[in-house]
């Protein structure tokens, strides 16, 4: 057996979390692999939205298992705020929800941390989330972390104060930075004990054994390509690897036991945060997808930068990740637009580019477009492809030749239902 991964193709929020609620079903575990809740996914079906931020996609589904992996950050505050939104719903974690222990604690003060450095970029910020993903990434590579398993240690606490005492040096060098640390720290140790009664696993003999059992495994991606520590546009990214190698650091999957690579993209493009974008659209047009792709953020609530979707963009991911089959997220949202564009080439300094290039921050880069007829009907009542609009099918076997790897699922709406398999 191989773990399939479904991942981002943007700048993250493609629509990861309701395809992996739609996918769940074909498999026996869901596996977080990196980020942590800096991720918004979001779940509709009988007319109730959920957003999770640390838990796996598969939480919905009975008779499924759901992993938090090695390479995901927790924040205990967090993680304790989604496990008791989810109360009602009667869920057994028990039995459904496993954490690693090699998993790494956002600790309170990693968010202070977070929060100063945005404060002293000034307007060269990042647009972090503020959840304490960068500096927990940093005491991670740096080897101070805390990790799930050190909280059943009987020095937990040594190990904590040492860190925090670090941590409240580094912020005595942010100038008038205030906080109340005590009120965190109260709410952080409610959060360990919720993550303490819980099974926590070396996560890889889990999920490795799993697989020689004949397990099917769903590996869960969380922000986008484009946000990738090494492959995104850099520094505006986030602090973990967000492509398919990141499943195999991030579970301790060995690369040969990768299968299908599910890339996940809208059919047009958002971003939120700061940094470069080529084909964002700042009049009219931008403001129209915002509305009605109800582009505001899962996490923080921010107006997402919109525009057309960028194929220069999209096969670098496809290339980085070794995508096999696409969805193509959204497609109901265009249904306001006569015509759409499609961007297949950058000019920078008249020259005509179709390779994504390195320093995308600093140049001006113009996007040369192709337009397409849209399809002006509303598609989220269709209940099958067969029956889209020719102009959708046109749109969407466009792309498939341009990306050279096949949609097999076109999404027309946030509900589970509201999905077309190809
Ligand atoms: P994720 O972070 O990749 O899981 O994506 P988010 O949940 O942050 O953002 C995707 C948003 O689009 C959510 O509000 C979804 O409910 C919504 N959504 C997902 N698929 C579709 C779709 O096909 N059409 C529309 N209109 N909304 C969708
Ligand atoms: P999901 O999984 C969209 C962005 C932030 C910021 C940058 C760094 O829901 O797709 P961080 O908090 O990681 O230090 O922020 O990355 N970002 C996301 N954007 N979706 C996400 O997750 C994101 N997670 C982080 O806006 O620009
Ligand atoms: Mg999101």
């Known amino acids: 057996m191989k773990v399939d991964v479904l991942l981002g193709l943007q700048w993250g929020d493609e629509g990861k ?3 992996v609620d739609v996918f769940t079903p074909k498999y026996d575990i869901i596996a977080r692999f990196q980020g942590g809740p800096n991720a918004g ?7 109730i939205k959920h957003v999770l931020h640390t838990i796996p996609s598969g939480i919905f589904r009975e008779n499924v298992l759901n992993l938090v992996g090695n390479g995901v950050v927790i924040d ?3 993680f304790k705020g989604e496990l008791d939104k989810l109360a009602p ?3 057994d974690f028990k039995k459904r929800l496993f954490i690693s222990k090699k998993a790494h604690l956002i600790l309170p003060t990693h968010k202070l941390i977070d929060a100063a450095s945005e404060i002293s970029k000034g307007k060269n910020k990042i647009g972090s989330t503020l959840k304490g993903i960068g500096p927990t990434y940093m005491d991670k590579t740096g080897r101070n972390g805390l990790r799930v398993g050190d909280i059943f240690s009987p020095n937990f606490k040594e190990k904590y104060q040492t860190l925090i005492d670090k941590h409240i040096g580094m912020l005595s060098h942010y100038e008038e930075f205030n906080y109340d640390l005590p009120a965190l720290e109260k709410e952080w140790m409610a959060g360990i004990d919720v993550l303490k009664s819980l099974d926590a696993v070396d996560s890889e003999h889990f999920l490795n054994k799993a697989l020689l059992a004949g397990k099917k495994i769903l590996a869960e991606g969380a922000q986008g390509t484009m946000l990738d520590i090494d492959f995104g546009t850099y520094p505006f990214v986030t602090s973990s690897n967000t492509v398919t190698a990141g499943t195999c650091t991030g579970l301790g999957i060995a690369p040969n036991k990768i299968g299908n690579v599910i890339g996940i993209f809208k059919a047009y493009c958002t971003r939120v945060g700061s940094g470069p974008f080529p084909t964002e659209l700042l009049d ?3 403001e129209s997808i915002r509305q009605e792709g109800r582009e505001f953020g899962s996490t923080t609530g921010r107006p997402r930068r919109c525009g057309w979707v960028d194929l220069v963009q999209l ?3 496809i290339m980085i990740n070794g995508v096999t089959e696409l969805s193509m997220m959204k497609a109901d949202v265009l249904s306001i637009f006569d015509t759409i564009k499609i961007c297949t080439h950058y000019e920078i300094d008249g ?3 179709s390779d994504f290039p ?7 880069v113009k996007p040369i477009y192709i337009e397409m007829d849209g399809w002006k009907k509303d598609l989220t009542a269709l209940g099958q492809y067969n029956d889209a609009p020719i102009e959708l099918k046109n749109y969407v076997e466009y792309l498939e030749k341009e990306l050279n790897v096949p949609i097999s699922l076109v999404s027309v709406g946030p509900d589970r239902k509201q999905t077309l398999l190809k």
């Open 358 to 364: 390195y320093d995308v921050n600093d140049l001006d």
């Open 284 to 286: 009219e047009v931008g």
């Open 17 to 19: 979390g309701k395809i």
């Open 76 to 78: 205990p505050i967090i």
């Open 41 to 47: 996914h979001t779940l509709e079906f009988e007319g």
């Open 315 to 317: 096969k670098y991911a």
């Open 351 to 353: 020259e005509k580019i």
């Open 89 to 91: 719903f009667n869920i």
